[in-house]
């Protein structure tokens, strides 16, 4: 009778091991950059044996993709997907614009993470864009392509790519700089929003 609750108790024990491992990961690797950090500063910072870590991640290189893949911004980018509202094409693509950039603002720490590790390595920038950016792309480009006739959806995906590169650029220029405020960022997202909206209106009335 006590197998049931005992593993139960074990597997939930596991996941906050794992948890705390990731989150160690993710402060050494802002703190050193990926190629300068080792499993032993991530054990220092853990507290906590290098076997303990080599127990659930086999690698550095392991540990860094489960980072990107199980960070809370990644499930934030999924609850923007669930959230996407059906209708009008501005409103749904400002909508989820300003909802990607309440998750930048959240995880700023590790989206200027992200940015550092792509900046140094191209397989890391790689990483990056396919577990995040094409993430965030791929909601814009179902809200386009819903606006397209059939024929011209392939233009849905350089359409909601340049409105991710004007996203991401803009919540860096504000982070770096620090020349825009929370509104004037979300002003001129939203402008950059508009623009998207009517190059895809203007497709729409070409194909006609």
Same mark, same amino acid.
């Given at each position: ?13 596991a ?5 705390r491992?990731?989150d160690?990961?993710l402060? @050494?690797f802002?703190?050193w ?9 991530? =054990?220092?910072e853990l507290? =906590? ?14 540990l ?26 501005r ?26 590790q ?20 791929a ?5 386009i ?12 995906k350089?359409?909601?790519?340049q ?7 803009s ?9 825009l ?7 001129? @997202?939203?402008?950059?929003?508009q623009?998207?909206?009517?190059? @895809? ?6 194909t006609?």
């Open positions: 009778m006590q197998a049931a609750p005992l593993t139960d108790f074990r597997r939930k024990r996941a906050r091991t794992r948890r491992i990731l160690a990961g402060r @050494v802002s703190k950059g990926y190629e300068r950090a080792s499993m032993d500063d991530i =054990a220092l507290e =906590a044996t290098k076997g303990l870590l080599y127990h659930y991640f086999r690698s550095k290189e392991e860094l993709k489960a980072v990107l893949q199980e960070h809370p911004l990644r499930v934030g980018i999924e609850t923007v997907k669930q959230g996407v509202p059906a209708g009008d094409l409103q749904a693509l400002s909508d989820v614009a300003i909802l990607s950039l309440g998750q930048m603002r959240e995880h700023r720490a590790f989206i200027r993470f992200l940015l550092l792509a900046h140094y390595s191209h397989e890391h920038a790689e990483l990056v864009r396919r577990e995040l950016l094409d993430r965030w792309m909601i814009f480009q179902t809200i392509a819903a606006h397209l006739p059939e024929g011209s959806r392939p233009k849905a350089s359409l909601a790519a409105l991710v590169d004007i996203l991401v650029a919540f860096i220029r504000s982070e770096l700089g620090g020349h405020r929370a509104d004037e960022l979300e002003a001129y @997202v939203l402008e950059a929003v623009t998207v909206a009517s190059g @895809v209106e203007s497709v729409s009335r070409d006609r």
